[in-house]
Protein backbone atom coordinates (compact mmCIF):
# COMPACT_ATOMS: atom_id res chain seq x y z
CA UNK A 1 0.00 0.00 0.00
CA UNK A 2 2.69 2.23 1.06
CA UNK A 3 6.02 3.05 -0.83
CA UNK A 4 8.80 3.26 2.05
CA UNK A 5 11.69 4.80 1.81
CA UNK A 6 15.08 3.26 3.24
CA UNK A 7 15.93 3.46 6.68
CA UNK A 8 18.59 5.93 7.92
CA UNK A 9 21.08 5.30 9.49
CA UNK A 10 20.23 6.39 13.65
CA UNK A 11 22.46 9.00 15.21
CA UNK A 12 23.11 9.35 19.09
CA UNK A 13 21.73 6.45 21.23
CA UNK A 14 20.02 9.14 23.60
CA UNK A 15 17.80 10.22 20.57
CA UNK A 16 14.24 9.27 20.35
CA UNK A 17 12.71 7.42 17.93
CA UNK A 18 11.17 9.35 14.70
CA UNK A 19 7.97 9.02 13.21
CA UNK A 20 7.17 9.01 9.11
CA UNK A 21 3.52 9.77 8.42
CA UNK A 22 1.22 11.91 6.31
CA UNK A 23 -2.02 13.74 6.66
CA UNK A 24 -4.93 14.10 4.77
CA UNK A 25 -8.79 15.51 4.80
CA UNK A 26 -11.94 14.37 3.46
CA UNK A 27 -14.38 16.75 2.68
CA UNK A 28 -17.00 14.39 1.82
CA UNK A 29 -16.77 12.37 5.10
CA UNK A 30 -15.81 15.31 7.25
CA UNK A 31 -12.83 13.68 8.62
CA UNK A 32 -8.84 13.61 9.26
CA UNK A 33 -6.65 10.87 8.19
CA UNK A 34 -3.49 10.06 9.42
CA UNK A 35 -1.62 7.57 7.46
CA UNK A 36 1.01 6.39 10.07
CA UNK A 37 4.18 4.85 7.85
CA UNK A 38 7.09 3.73 9.21
CA UNK A 39 8.97 4.48 12.46
CA UNK A 40 12.41 4.00 13.64
CA UNK A 41 13.90 3.10 17.27
CA UNK A 42 17.31 3.18 18.40
CA UNK A 43 19.11 0.34 18.89
CA UNK A 44 19.34 0.61 22.52
CA UNK A 45 15.47 1.29 22.89
CA UNK A 46 14.62 -2.44 21.50
CA UNK A 47 13.40 -4.91 24.62
CA UNK A 48 12.89 -8.66 23.18
CA UNK A 49 9.50 -9.93 22.93
CA UNK A 50 7.69 -5.99 23.56
CA UNK A 51 5.13 -4.70 21.20
CA UNK A 52 4.53 -1.00 20.10
CA UNK A 53 1.66 0.80 18.66
CA UNK A 54 0.86 4.11 17.54
CA UNK A 55 -1.98 6.07 19.82
CA UNK A 56 -3.93 9.42 17.78
CA UNK A 57 -5.42 11.77 20.12
CA UNK A 58 -7.95 14.74 18.39
CA UNK A 59 -8.63 18.01 21.00
CA UNK A 60 -11.31 20.15 18.63
CA UNK A 61 -14.27 21.87 19.68
CA UNK A 62 -16.62 18.61 19.28
CA UNK A 63 -14.38 16.79 21.78
CA UNK A 64 -11.23 14.44 22.10
CA UNK A 65 -11.10 11.41 19.69
CA UNK A 66 -8.71 8.58 19.77
CA UNK A 67 -7.58 6.15 17.45
CA UNK A 68 -4.39 3.95 17.32
CA UNK A 69 -3.17 1.11 15.08
CA UNK A 70 -2.50 -2.26 15.90
CA UNK A 71 0.13 -3.90 18.19
CA UNK A 72 3.54 -4.58 16.21
CA UNK A 73 6.68 -6.48 17.56
CA UNK A 74 8.88 -3.90 18.33
CA UNK A 75 12.09 -4.03 15.53
CA UNK A 76 14.51 -1.33 14.73
CA UNK A 77 12.18 -0.19 11.85
CA UNK A 78 8.83 -0.93 12.63
CA UNK A 79 6.11 -0.53 9.65
CA UNK A 80 2.27 0.08 9.89
CA UNK A 81 0.46 -0.22 6.79
CA UNK A 82 -2.97 1.78 8.67
CA UNK A 83 -5.09 4.96 8.07
CA UNK A 84 -6.30 6.60 11.56
CA UNK A 85 -9.50 8.30 11.10
CA UNK A 86 -11.05 11.39 13.32
CA UNK A 87 -14.06 12.95 12.62
CA UNK A 88 -13.33 16.82 12.45
CA UNK A 89 -15.46 19.03 11.06
CA UNK A 90 -13.65 21.68 8.45
CA UNK A 91 -14.32 24.78 10.34
CA UNK A 92 -12.93 22.98 13.57
CA UNK A 93 -9.55 22.60 11.78
CA UNK A 94 -7.70 25.53 12.16
CA UNK A 95 -8.06 25.14 16.49
CA UNK A 96 -7.44 21.43 16.40
CA UNK A 97 -4.57 19.78 18.36
CA UNK A 98 -3.73 16.33 17.04
CA UNK A 99 -1.28 14.17 19.16
CA UNK A 100 0.17 11.14 18.40
CA UNK A 101 2.07 9.21 20.67
CA UNK A 102 4.52 5.72 20.40
CA UNK A 103 3.47 3.35 23.20
CA UNK A 104 5.37 -0.23 24.19
CA UNK A 105 3.80 -2.83 25.95
CA UNK A 106 5.30 -6.16 27.76
CA UNK A 107 4.00 -9.40 27.72
CA UNK A 108 1.46 -7.95 30.10
CA UNK A 109 0.28 -5.07 28.22
CA UNK A 110 1.58 -2.84 30.82
CA UNK A 111 2.23 -0.16 28.40
CA UNK A 112 4.60 3.03 28.51
CA UNK A 113 5.00 5.88 26.49
CA UNK A 114 8.26 6.00 24.38
CA UNK A 115 7.89 9.41 22.76
CA UNK A 116 5.00 11.89 21.48
CA UNK A 117 4.41 14.61 18.76
CA UNK A 118 1.61 17.25 18.69
CA UNK A 119 0.59 18.99 15.89
CA UNK A 120 -1.73 21.98 15.76
CA UNK A 121 -3.93 21.62 12.52
CA UNK A 122 -3.94 25.49 12.09
CA UNK A 123 -0.76 25.83 10.05
CA UNK A 124 -0.68 21.85 8.51
CA UNK A 125 -3.23 22.15 5.33
CA UNK A 126 -0.27 22.90 3.44
CA UNK A 127 1.90 19.90 4.09
CA UNK A 128 -1.79 17.46 3.81
CA UNK A 129 -1.45 14.35 1.78
CA UNK A 130 3.39 14.71 2.17
CA UNK A 131 4.92 11.91 4.08
CA UNK A 132 7.75 13.32 6.53
CA UNK A 133 9.52 11.97 9.09
CA UNK A 134 9.76 13.66 12.35
CA UNK A 135 11.41 13.29 16.03
CA UNK A 136 9.14 12.41 18.67
CA UNK A 137 9.42 14.38 21.83
CA UNK A 138 10.89 12.22 24.46
CA UNK A 139 8.41 12.39 27.42
CA UNK A 140 8.52 13.11 30.96
CA UNK A 141 7.55 10.72 33.07
CA UNK A 142 3.81 9.82 33.38
CA UNK A 143 1.89 11.00 36.27
CA UNK A 144 0.71 8.07 38.75
CA UNK A 145 -2.79 8.05 38.90
CA UNK A 146 -2.54 7.42 42.59
CA UNK A 147 -4.99 3.87 42.72
CA UNK A 148 -2.51 1.35 41.39
CA UNK A 149 -3.15 -0.96 38.91
CA UNK A 150 -4.46 -4.45 38.46
CA UNK A 151 -3.18 -8.06 37.04
CA UNK A 152 -5.83 -10.14 35.79
CA UNK A 153 -6.60 -12.47 32.61
CA UNK A 154 -9.85 -13.36 31.05
CA UNK A 155 -10.67 -16.17 28.76
CA UNK A 156 -13.76 -17.97 27.08
CA UNK A 157 -14.45 -21.76 26.85
CA UNK A 158 -17.12 -21.23 23.66
CA UNK A 159 -17.96 -25.44 24.68
CA UNK A 160 -19.16 -24.52 27.94
CA UNK A 161 -20.40 -20.82 27.28
CA UNK A 162 -18.46 -19.49 30.35
CA UNK A 163 -16.17 -16.75 31.11
CA UNK A 164 -13.42 -16.91 33.42
CA UNK A 165 -12.08 -14.22 35.13
CA UNK A 166 -8.67 -14.92 37.40
CA UNK A 167 -7.62 -11.78 39.36
CA UNK A 168 -4.01 -12.39 39.95
CA UNK A 169 -2.38 -9.33 41.93
CA UNK A 170 -2.89 -5.50 41.95
CA UNK A 171 0.35 -3.09 42.66
CA UNK A 172 0.40 0.52 44.32
CA UNK A 173 -3.28 0.76 46.39
CA UNK A 174 -2.48 3.89 47.99
CA UNK A 175 -2.96 7.63 47.67
CA UNK A 176 -3.23 10.25 50.43
CA UNK A 177 -6.76 10.02 50.87
CA UNK A 178 -6.69 6.44 51.68
CA UNK A 179 -3.88 6.32 54.06
CA UNK A 180 -5.79 5.40 57.64
CA UNK A 181 -7.18 2.55 55.08
CA UNK A 182 -3.84 0.75 54.68
CA UNK A 183 -3.90 -2.73 56.69
CA UNK A 184 -7.09 -3.35 56.25
CA UNK A 185 -9.03 -6.27 53.80
CA UNK A 186 -9.34 -5.77 49.98
CA UNK A 187 -11.19 -7.45 47.59
CA UNK A 188 -12.24 -7.32 44.27
CA UNK A 189 -15.88 -7.02 43.04
CA UNK A 190 -16.67 -8.45 39.48
CA UNK A 191 -20.21 -7.22 37.67
CA UNK A 192 -20.76 -8.75 34.48
CA UNK A 193 -22.98 -6.53 32.13
CA UNK A 194 -24.84 -6.71 28.64
CA UNK A 195 -23.95 -3.76 27.29
CA UNK A 196 -26.20 -1.48 30.16
CA UNK A 197 -27.41 -4.12 32.60
CA UNK A 198 -25.90 -5.23 34.96
CA UNK A 199 -26.75 -9.43 35.18
CA UNK A 200 -24.47 -10.60 37.87
CA UNK A 201 -21.82 -9.98 40.67
CA UNK A 202 -19.41 -12.09 41.94
CA UNK A 203 -16.25 -10.98 44.93
CA UNK A 204 -13.02 -12.51 45.60
CA UNK A 205 -11.72 -13.34 48.82
CA UNK A 206 -10.41 -10.52 51.23
CA UNK A 207 -6.75 -10.23 51.27
CA UNK A 208 -5.00 -8.58 53.61
CA UNK A 209 -4.06 -4.73 52.23
CA UNK A 210 -0.72 -4.51 51.71
CA UNK A 211 0.38 -1.83 49.11
CA UNK A 212 0.89 -5.04 46.31
CA UNK A 213 -1.66 -7.73 47.48
CA UNK A 214 -2.47 -11.07 45.93
CA UNK A 215 -5.27 -12.73 45.16
CA UNK A 216 -4.87 -15.71 42.17
CA UNK A 217 -8.70 -16.53 42.26
CA UNK A 218 -10.33 -17.46 39.66
CA UNK A 219 -14.43 -15.86 38.93
CA UNK A 220 -16.35 -17.89 36.47
CA UNK A 221 -19.53 -16.16 34.62
CA UNK A 222 -22.24 -18.37 32.06
CA UNK A 223 -21.96 -16.04 28.60
CA UNK A 224 -23.94 -17.29 25.69
CA UNK A 225 -21.59 -16.82 22.71
CA UNK A 226 -23.99 -14.53 20.78
CA UNK A 227 -23.73 -12.48 24.16
CA UNK A 228 -20.16 -12.09 24.36
CA UNK A 229 -19.23 -9.20 22.01
CA UNK A 230 -21.93 -6.95 23.18
CA UNK A 231 -20.83 -8.24 26.91
CA UNK A 232 -18.57 -6.64 29.42
CA UNK A 233 -17.19 -6.57 32.90
CA UNK A 234 -16.50 -4.25 35.51
CA UNK A 235 -14.06 -4.63 38.37
CA UNK A 236 -13.98 -2.53 41.54
CA UNK A 237 -11.23 -2.70 44.19
CA UNK A 238 -12.79 -2.69 47.99
CA UNK A 239 -11.36 -1.78 50.80
CA UNK A 240 -13.66 -2.75 54.56
CA UNK A 241 -12.59 -0.78 57.04
CA UNK A 242 -12.88 -1.59 60.64
CA UNK A 243 -16.60 -0.54 61.18
CA UNK A 244 -17.12 -2.94 57.78
CA UNK A 245 -18.07 0.03 55.68
CA UNK A 246 -16.40 -0.59 52.16
CA UNK A 247 -14.84 2.17 50.31
CA UNK A 248 -13.77 1.93 46.45
CA UNK A 249 -9.91 1.90 45.99
CA UNK A 250 -9.77 2.09 42.22
CA UNK A 251 -12.31 0.42 39.44
CA UNK A 252 -12.00 -0.51 35.89
CA UNK A 253 -14.00 -1.74 33.14
CA UNK A 254 -13.22 -4.40 30.20
CA UNK A 255 -15.31 -4.77 27.19
CA UNK A 256 -15.75 -3.32 23.60
CA UNK A 257 -18.02 0.02 25.02
CA UNK A 258 -14.04 1.38 25.80
CA UNK A 259 -10.88 1.95 24.66
CA UNK A 260 -6.90 1.55 24.97
CA UNK A 261 -5.89 -1.73 26.84
CA UNK A 262 -9.31 -2.75 28.61
CA UNK A 263 -10.60 -2.73 24.74
CA UNK A 264 -7.63 -4.70 23.78
CA UNK A 265 -7.87 -6.91 26.73
CA UNK A 266 -11.07 -8.07 25.49
CA UNK A 267 -10.00 -8.25 21.61
CA UNK A 268 -7.55 -10.28 22.28
CA UNK A 269 -9.83 -12.51 24.41
CA UNK A 270 -12.47 -12.41 21.51
CA UNK A 271 -9.42 -13.43 19.02
CA UNK A 272 -8.29 -16.16 21.26
CA UNK A 273 -10.64 -18.34 22.73
CA UNK A 274 -9.84 -20.95 25.55
CA UNK A 275 -6.64 -19.00 25.79
CA UNK A 276 -6.19 -17.08 29.23
CA UNK A 277 -5.10 -13.28 28.08
CA UNK A 278 -3.24 -11.46 31.10
CA UNK A 279 -2.88 -7.96 30.92
CA UNK A 280 -2.40 -5.10 34.05
CA UNK A 281 -4.72 -2.47 33.83
CA UNK A 282 -5.02 1.00 35.62
CA UNK A 283 -6.98 1.98 38.04
CA UNK A 284 -9.18 5.08 38.09
CA UNK A 285 -12.50 6.23 40.40
Known sequence: MWICSPWKRAGSCNQAPELRYSLAYDQQKAELHVALLEGKAQRSSTDAGCHCYILGTLVSKSGIAEAQTELKKKVLHTIWEEVLRFPL???????????????????????????????SLSNMEESFGMARWERLKTPEKEPSTGHGEVLLSISYLPAANRLLVVIIKAKNLHSKQLKDL???DVSVKVT???????????????????????????IMFEVPHELLRASSVELEMLNQDGDGQSHVLGKCSLGLHVTGTE?????????NPRRQIAMWHQLHL
Open 89 to 119: MEEEMPEGTLTLTLRNCDKFSRHSIVGELKL
Open 182 to 184: LGN
Open 192 to 218: LRHQSLKLKKKQTKRAKHKINPVWNEM
Open 263 to 271: RNHWEEMLR
